[in-house]
């Protein structure tokens, strides 16, 4: 059996269409109702017509991506309880319809971070950059987070005080505007285009959580999981944590959803296997500390979702995403593991045994140049990373000396 292939959609905002990821011969969408509000219930009507649409369009929805976590949820202010049962009250009109799984992140602030979103590869093709000393110059510099110097190492200051010294105005105005607003404009992000002095809001957006330490935002995860967690199970429903991206700690924020201790205490939380993950290699793979597929074994039957996607490490905790197959990541060895567990899951009964996987963002080539796309989703770029995917999932299941007889 092979892994179920889905691509993320947008819905009606997103330059690339329903009927051109048909083309691509996936068997599902993964998306979300991304005009509702963080906090506010998904009406049930909303979600049919989602998932009609899609089902016209020849697809399934089986996968939210992402079903947001309120700021209320994550720092525990006074609408923590209201916003939990509206989440609730979403994850039943979610189930009525047919969707299973639900994709979420417990980041602060920020739900990923590039500073170079054209980055070019040695082939002429587009990616992301994630530099690290080029988000301390951010940070420090045109951000001017106080005492943001004392959350870097003091070689890395040196390094974003030479690199924004290199920087024209107009250049540390894209850099923060990036930042800020075009990586999270798409994914319920909190500050709008519109605002004049979004680096304004956005300092008081850091700075509603100045009380939330690694300890206090654990247990907020911790009473969110308690609540939602016996909901997941009366709807047979699966909950799946993404992991920070990066995965070690930005503007000062904790992570708590980076490394392998974190996940034992997230699953020692809430012992339920509907209490799972989603599996996004790139993301784990930015903590170099991570071994991806000790943690793949070690969490397997946690695994509800994955996102496959190569990064190639560089200097200074920087990388850029490589694409699917080349980088730093073992795929070959990543897939092999997943095929394995879905492989133990049928032949031990497990009704919820498949897991959907979709190639994770897209190095932009060819005729994506022309089409517009959301960063780090372009079609063809997409599409390439998808038949990697195929390709590499038919010679492993081909091969009689790498699975087990049963695959």
């Known amino acids: 059996m092979a892994l179920e292939k889905t691509l993320r959609w947008f819905g009606q905002n997103d330059p690339v269409s329903l009927s051109e990821i048909r083309q691509t011969g996936?068997?599902?969408?993964?998306?979300?109702?991304?005009?509702?509000?963080?906090?506010?219930?998904?009406?049930?009507?909303?979600?049919?017509?989602?998932?009609?649409?899609?089902?016209?369009?020849?697809?399934?929805?089986?996968?939210?991506?992402?079903?947001?976590?309120?700021?209320?949820?994550?720092?525990?202010?006074?609408e923590q309880a209201q916003d939990i049962e509206n989440y609730k009250e979403s994850m039943?009109?979610?189930?009525?319809?047919?969707?299973?799984?639900?994709?979420?992140?417990?980041?602060?602030?920020l739900d990923w971070a590039r500073?170079?979103?054209?980055?070019?590869?040695?082939?002429?093709?587009?990616?992301?950059?994630?530099?690290?000393p080029t988000f301390a110059a951010f940070d420090v510099f045109i951000l001017e987070r106080p005492n943001a110097e004392k959350d870097y190492p003091g070689e890395i200051v040196k390094l974003a005080r030479s690199a924004y010294g290199a920087m024209t105005e107009q250049e540390?105005?894209?850099?923060?505007?990036?930042?800020?607003?075009?990586?999270?404009?798409?994914?319920h992000g909190a500050i709008d285009s519109n605002v004049d002095d979004y680096k304004s809001k956005f300092l008081e957006y850091i700075n509603s959580y100045k009380h939330i330490d690694q300890n206090h935002l654990r247990e907020n995860l911790g009473y969110f999981l308690d609540e939602v967690i016996p909901v997941a199970e009366e709807l047979n429903m699966n909950m799946a944590i993404h992991g920070d991206d990066p995965s070690f700690p930005l503007l000062g924020l904790p992570r708590i959803v980076s490394n392998i201790e974190d996940l034992k205490w997230i699953f020692n939380r809430q012992t339920s296997v509907r209490n799972g993950l989603t599996f996004c290699s790139g993301s784990f793979s930015t903590n170099r500390n991570n071994d991806l597929i000790k943690m793949v074994n070690q969490f397997a039957d946690r695994i509800h979702f994955a996102h496959i996607r190569n990064t190639q490490f560089l200097e200074?905790?920087?990388?850029?995403?490589?694409?699917h197959l080349k980088g730093s990541i073992d795929v070959y060895a990543?897939?092999?593991?997943?095929?394995?567990?879905?492989?133990?899951?049928?032949?031990?009964?497990?009704?919820?045994?498949?897991?959907?996987?979709?190639?994770?963002?897209?190095?932009?080539?060819?005729?994506?140049?022309?089409?517009?796309?959301?960063?780090?989703?372009?079609?063809?770029?997409?599409?390439?990373?998808?038949?990697e995917i195929e390709g590499l999932e038919e010679g492993i299941r081909r091969d009689p000396g790498s699975m087990d007889k049963s695959t």
């Open 26 to 78: 996936v068997e599902g969408i993964v998306t979300a109702l991304h005009h509702i509000p963080k906090g506010q219930v998904w009406p049930l009507c909303d979600i049919r017509n989602r998932k009609s649409e899609i089902e016209q369009a020849g697809m399934s929805w089986h996968v939210v991506e992402s079903l947001p976590i309120s700021d209320a949820i994550k720092t525990g202010s006074a």
């Open 92 to 109: 039943r009109n979610l189930a009525r319809c047919g969707v299973d799984t639900i994709c979420y992140n417990f980041m602060p602030v």
């Open 115 to 132: 500073t170079n979103l054209k980055y070019t590869t040695e082939t002429g093709g587009e990616s992301m950059l994630f530099d690290y």
């Open 172 to 187: 540390a105005e894209l850099l923060a505007f990036n930042i800020i607003v075009v990586t999270q404009g798409f994914i």
């Open 316 to 323: 200074n905790k920087s990388f850029y995403e490589s694409g």
């Open 334 to 387: 990543l897939v092999k593991a997943l095929l394995k567990e879905q492989n133990r899951r049928i032949h031990c009964g497990r009704k919820d045994n498949r897991i959907p996987i979709r190639p994770d963002h897209g190095i932009k080539i060819l005729n994506d140049f022309k089409q517009e796309a959301n960063p780090g989703y372009p079609l063809i770029g997409r599409l390439r990373g998808l038949a």
